[in-house]
Protein backbone atom coordinates (compact mmCIF):
# COMPACT_ATOMS: atom_id res chain seq x y z
CA UNK A 1 0.00 0.00 0.00
CA UNK A 2 1.54 3.59 -1.02
CA UNK A 3 0.43 6.48 1.03
CA UNK A 4 -0.21 9.65 -1.17
CA UNK A 5 -0.14 13.06 0.63
CA UNK A 6 -1.33 16.13 -1.12
CA UNK A 7 -3.57 13.72 -2.93
CA UNK A 8 -5.82 16.24 -4.79
CA UNK A 9 -3.10 18.97 -5.51
CA UNK A 10 -1.18 19.80 -8.81
CA UNK A 11 1.33 16.94 -7.92
CA UNK A 12 -0.53 14.53 -5.51
CA UNK A 13 -3.12 14.41 -7.78
CA UNK A 14 -1.11 13.13 -10.95
CA UNK A 15 0.60 10.46 -8.04
CA UNK A 16 -2.44 8.87 -7.57
CA UNK A 17 -3.21 8.42 -10.95
CA UNK A 18 -0.17 7.01 -12.02
CA UNK A 19 0.17 4.37 -8.97
CA UNK A 20 -3.85 3.61 -10.21
CA UNK A 21 -3.23 3.06 -13.46
CA UNK A 22 -0.20 0.85 -12.54
CA UNK A 23 -2.50 -1.37 -10.23
CA UNK A 24 -0.55 -0.66 -7.01
CA UNK A 25 -2.76 -0.07 -3.90
CA UNK A 26 -3.82 3.63 -3.27
CA UNK A 27 -4.32 5.36 -0.06
CA UNK A 28 -5.05 8.92 -0.96
CA UNK A 29 -4.46 11.37 2.54
CA UNK A 30 -7.52 14.06 1.86
CA UNK A 31 -8.90 16.94 4.09
CA UNK A 32 -12.79 15.91 3.21
CA UNK A 33 -14.11 12.76 3.06
CA UNK A 34 -16.11 13.95 -0.26
CA UNK A 35 -12.56 14.75 -2.07
CA UNK A 36 -13.09 13.21 -5.88
CA UNK A 37 -10.78 10.48 -6.14
CA UNK A 38 -9.94 7.71 -9.19
CA UNK A 39 -11.81 4.50 -9.05
CA UNK A 40 -10.00 1.79 -6.39
CA UNK A 41 -8.56 4.69 -4.53
CA UNK A 42 -9.25 4.12 -0.88
CA UNK A 43 -9.34 7.95 0.69
CA UNK A 44 -7.98 8.31 4.47
CA UNK A 45 -9.29 11.78 6.05
CA UNK A 46 -6.27 13.38 8.04
CA UNK A 47 -3.99 16.39 8.06
CA UNK A 48 -0.11 16.43 7.66
CA UNK A 49 0.52 19.58 10.57
CA UNK A 50 -1.49 16.46 13.08
CA UNK A 51 0.21 13.48 12.86
CA UNK A 52 -1.27 11.72 15.92
CA UNK A 53 -4.29 11.36 13.99
CA UNK A 54 -2.96 9.56 10.93
CA UNK A 55 -2.50 5.76 12.58
CA UNK A 56 -5.42 4.43 10.48
CA UNK A 57 -4.07 6.75 7.34
CA UNK A 58 -0.58 4.93 8.17
CA UNK A 59 -1.72 1.13 8.64
CA UNK A 60 0.03 -1.64 6.24
CA UNK A 61 1.86 1.60 4.14
CA UNK A 62 5.13 0.79 2.28
CA UNK A 63 5.73 4.12 1.29
CA UNK A 64 4.91 7.37 1.92
CA UNK A 65 4.38 10.23 -0.93
CA UNK A 66 5.15 12.92 0.84
CA UNK A 67 4.87 17.37 0.78
CA UNK A 68 7.49 19.44 2.75
CA UNK A 69 6.69 22.48 4.38
CA UNK A 70 4.01 21.68 7.75
CA UNK A 71 4.34 21.93 10.99
CA UNK A 72 5.57 18.91 12.56
CA UNK A 73 7.50 16.63 9.94
CA UNK A 74 9.71 14.81 12.62
CA UNK A 75 6.49 13.48 14.31
CA UNK A 76 4.92 12.51 10.81
CA UNK A 77 7.61 10.63 10.48
CA UNK A 78 7.94 9.06 13.91
CA UNK A 79 4.84 7.89 12.87
CA UNK A 80 5.20 6.48 9.83
CA UNK A 81 8.52 4.82 11.45
CA UNK A 82 6.13 3.03 13.93
CA UNK A 83 3.86 2.19 11.56
CA UNK A 84 6.29 0.00 9.51
CA UNK A 85 6.73 2.73 6.26
CA UNK A 86 9.54 1.55 4.58
CA UNK A 87 10.28 4.26 2.43
CA UNK A 88 9.59 8.30 1.76
CA UNK A 89 9.39 10.06 -1.45
CA UNK A 90 9.59 13.52 -0.89
CA UNK A 91 8.52 16.23 -2.79
CA UNK A 92 11.31 18.94 -2.99
CA UNK A 93 12.34 21.50 -5.27
CA UNK A 94 14.97 22.88 -6.76
CA UNK A 95 15.93 25.31 -3.99
CA UNK A 96 16.57 22.56 -0.98
CA UNK A 97 20.64 22.93 -2.84
CA UNK A 98 20.41 26.58 -1.77
CA UNK A 99 20.11 25.34 1.70
CA UNK A 100 19.56 29.22 2.41
CA UNK A 101 17.64 29.55 6.09
CA UNK A 102 17.01 33.51 5.34
CA UNK A 103 14.75 32.33 2.30
CA UNK A 104 11.23 31.24 3.45
CA UNK A 105 10.86 28.91 0.39
CA UNK A 106 14.48 27.44 0.08
CA UNK A 107 14.69 26.96 4.29
CA UNK A 108 11.28 24.85 4.35
CA UNK A 109 12.73 22.50 1.05
CA UNK A 110 15.95 22.01 3.04
CA UNK A 111 14.10 21.47 6.70
CA UNK A 112 11.97 19.11 4.93
CA UNK A 113 14.69 16.96 3.30
CA UNK A 114 16.57 17.40 6.72
CA UNK A 115 13.87 15.20 8.71
CA UNK A 116 13.77 13.30 6.49
CA UNK A 117 17.25 12.05 6.01
CA UNK A 118 17.05 11.68 9.77
CA UNK A 119 14.57 9.69 9.96
CA UNK A 120 15.93 6.36 9.54
CA UNK A 121 13.48 5.49 7.04
CA UNK A 122 14.75 5.02 3.23
CA UNK A 123 14.41 8.50 1.05
CA UNK A 124 13.94 9.27 -2.54
CA UNK A 125 14.24 13.47 -3.03
CA UNK A 126 12.32 14.68 -5.81
CA UNK A 127 13.53 18.59 -6.90
CA UNK A 128 11.34 19.62 -9.85
CA UNK A 129 11.85 22.84 -10.97
CA UNK A 130 8.99 25.41 -12.10
CA UNK A 131 5.41 23.31 -13.05
CA UNK A 132 3.78 23.88 -16.55
CA UNK A 133 0.75 23.87 -14.22
CA UNK A 134 1.52 27.59 -12.92
CA UNK A 135 0.75 29.12 -16.43
CA UNK A 136 -2.44 28.18 -15.31
CA UNK A 137 -2.26 31.55 -12.71
CA UNK A 138 -3.03 33.23 -15.89
CA UNK A 139 -6.49 31.67 -16.51
CA UNK A 140 -8.27 35.23 -14.83
CA UNK A 141 -6.18 37.02 -17.34
CA UNK A 142 -7.69 34.65 -20.38
CA UNK A 143 -10.91 34.95 -19.05
CA UNK A 144 -10.87 38.67 -19.15
CA UNK A 145 -9.57 39.04 -22.26
CA UNK A 146 -6.17 38.31 -25.18
CA UNK A 147 -3.52 40.29 -22.84
CA UNK A 148 -1.40 38.45 -20.70
CA UNK A 149 0.59 40.22 -18.19
CA UNK A 150 4.12 38.47 -16.69
CA UNK A 151 6.44 38.57 -14.57
CA UNK A 152 9.93 37.94 -14.60
CA UNK A 153 9.81 38.45 -18.20
CA UNK A 154 13.86 37.43 -18.56
CA UNK A 155 13.77 34.76 -16.34
CA UNK A 156 13.51 30.91 -18.25
CA UNK A 157 12.48 28.01 -17.03
CA UNK A 158 12.50 24.56 -18.02
CA UNK A 159 9.37 23.95 -16.55
CA UNK A 160 7.71 20.28 -15.86
CA UNK A 161 4.83 18.66 -16.01
CA UNK A 162 3.23 17.33 -12.96
CA UNK A 163 2.67 14.28 -14.53
CA UNK A 164 6.18 13.81 -15.11
CA UNK A 165 6.78 14.33 -11.80
CA UNK A 166 4.62 11.61 -10.42
CA UNK A 167 6.05 9.08 -13.00
CA UNK A 168 8.85 9.17 -11.53
CA UNK A 169 7.25 9.49 -7.69
CA UNK A 170 5.46 6.28 -8.74
CA UNK A 171 8.45 4.21 -9.57
CA UNK A 172 10.84 5.46 -6.87
CA UNK A 173 7.81 4.43 -4.03
CA UNK A 174 8.04 1.19 -5.23
CA UNK A 175 11.83 0.87 -4.41
CA UNK A 176 15.39 1.10 -6.25
CA UNK A 177 15.69 4.41 -6.09
CA UNK A 178 16.87 4.75 -2.38
CA UNK A 179 19.50 7.73 -1.35
CA UNK A 180 18.63 9.39 -5.14
CA UNK A 181 18.35 12.72 -5.21
CA UNK A 182 16.37 13.25 -8.78
CA UNK A 183 16.40 16.75 -10.42
CA UNK A 184 13.45 16.98 -12.31
CA UNK A 185 12.70 19.63 -15.59
CA UNK A 186 11.17 19.93 -18.33
CA UNK A 187 12.85 19.25 -21.96
CA UNK A 188 13.87 23.13 -22.53
CA UNK A 189 13.92 26.12 -21.10
CA UNK A 190 11.30 28.88 -21.77
CA UNK A 191 10.68 32.35 -21.33
CA UNK A 192 7.20 33.51 -20.55
CA UNK A 193 6.54 34.79 -23.58
CA UNK A 194 7.53 31.80 -25.69
CA UNK A 195 4.82 29.84 -23.14
CA UNK A 196 1.95 32.60 -23.76
CA UNK A 197 2.61 31.90 -27.99
CA UNK A 198 2.18 28.43 -27.55
CA UNK A 199 -0.78 28.87 -25.18
CA UNK A 200 -2.13 31.42 -28.60
CA UNK A 201 -1.40 28.29 -30.80
CA UNK A 202 -2.80 25.61 -29.04
CA UNK A 203 -5.78 27.56 -27.84
CA UNK A 204 -6.34 29.79 -31.69
CA UNK A 205 -5.93 32.67 -29.58
CA UNK A 206 -4.00 36.32 -30.43
CA UNK A 207 -3.10 36.61 -27.10
CA UNK A 208 -0.78 39.55 -26.49
CA UNK A 209 2.11 39.25 -23.72
CA UNK A 210 3.11 42.25 -21.58
CA UNK A 211 6.13 41.94 -20.17
CA UNK A 212 6.28 43.55 -16.75
CA UNK A 213 8.94 45.49 -15.20
CA UNK A 214 10.81 44.78 -11.77
CA UNK A 215 9.32 47.42 -10.15
CA UNK A 216 5.72 45.95 -11.32
CA UNK A 217 6.24 42.40 -10.17
CA UNK A 218 7.76 43.53 -7.00
CA UNK A 219 4.38 45.34 -6.22
CA UNK A 220 2.28 42.57 -7.94
CA UNK A 221 4.27 40.19 -5.58
CA UNK A 222 3.44 42.03 -2.34
CA UNK A 223 0.02 42.38 -3.08
CA UNK A 224 -0.58 38.63 -3.12
CA UNK A 225 2.31 37.13 -1.21
CA UNK A 226 3.60 37.15 2.28
CA UNK A 227 6.06 39.24 2.51
CA UNK A 228 8.51 36.60 3.41
CA UNK A 229 7.64 34.83 0.68
CA UNK A 230 7.52 37.79 -1.62
CA UNK A 231 11.00 38.41 -1.04
CA UNK A 232 12.12 34.54 -1.40
CA UNK A 233 11.01 34.98 -5.47
CA UNK A 234 12.47 37.68 -5.57
CA UNK A 235 15.57 36.21 -4.50
CA UNK A 236 15.21 33.39 -7.18
CA UNK A 237 14.30 35.30 -10.18
CA UNK A 238 15.19 38.94 -9.79
CA UNK A 239 18.80 38.23 -8.07
CA UNK A 240 19.01 35.18 -10.19
CA UNK A 241 20.02 33.21 -7.04
CA UNK A 242 18.10 29.87 -8.16
CA UNK A 243 18.52 28.31 -11.87
CA UNK A 244 15.74 26.90 -13.26
CA UNK A 245 16.24 27.17 -16.72
CA UNK A 246 19.52 24.02 -16.99
CA UNK A 247 17.68 21.17 -18.12
CA UNK A 248 18.44 17.34 -16.33
CA UNK A 249 17.61 14.16 -18.53
CA UNK A 250 16.35 12.48 -15.26
CA UNK A 251 12.98 11.85 -16.62
CA UNK A 252 14.31 9.97 -19.79
CA UNK A 253 16.46 8.26 -17.66
CA UNK A 254 13.89 6.98 -14.43
CA UNK A 255 10.54 6.46 -16.74
CA UNK A 256 12.83 5.33 -20.27
CA UNK A 257 10.39 7.99 -22.33
CA UNK A 258 10.85 11.86 -22.87
CA UNK A 259 9.87 14.50 -20.82
CA UNK A 260 6.42 16.20 -22.20
CA UNK A 261 6.73 19.50 -23.73
CA UNK A 262 5.20 22.80 -22.86
CA UNK A 263 3.03 22.18 -25.92
CA UNK A 264 1.96 18.53 -24.86
CA UNK A 265 0.84 19.89 -21.40
CA UNK A 266 -1.28 23.04 -22.86
CA UNK A 267 -3.10 20.34 -25.69
CA UNK A 268 -3.59 18.40 -22.47
CA UNK A 269 -5.29 20.63 -20.43
CA UNK A 270 -6.58 23.34 -23.20
CA UNK A 271 -10.11 22.87 -21.95
CA UNK A 272 -9.02 24.46 -18.00
CA UNK A 273 -7.82 27.65 -20.41
CA UNK A 274 -11.30 27.64 -22.58
Known amino acids: ?127 PRAFMANALRWLPQLRAGDTVRVQFPQVAAACIDPADIAAVAALALAGGHEGRIHELTGPVAMRPAEQVAVLASVLGRDLRCVELSNAETRAELEASLPQEYADAFWSFYADGTLDEATVFPTVAEVTGRPARTFAEWAEAHADAFR
Open 1 to 127: MFLVTGATGNVGAEVVSALAAAGAPVRALVRRPDAVLPGGVEAAVGDLNAPDGLTDALKGVEGVFLLPGYDDMPGMLARAREAGVRRIVLLSGGSAALADMGNAVSRYMTLAERAVRESDLDWTFLR
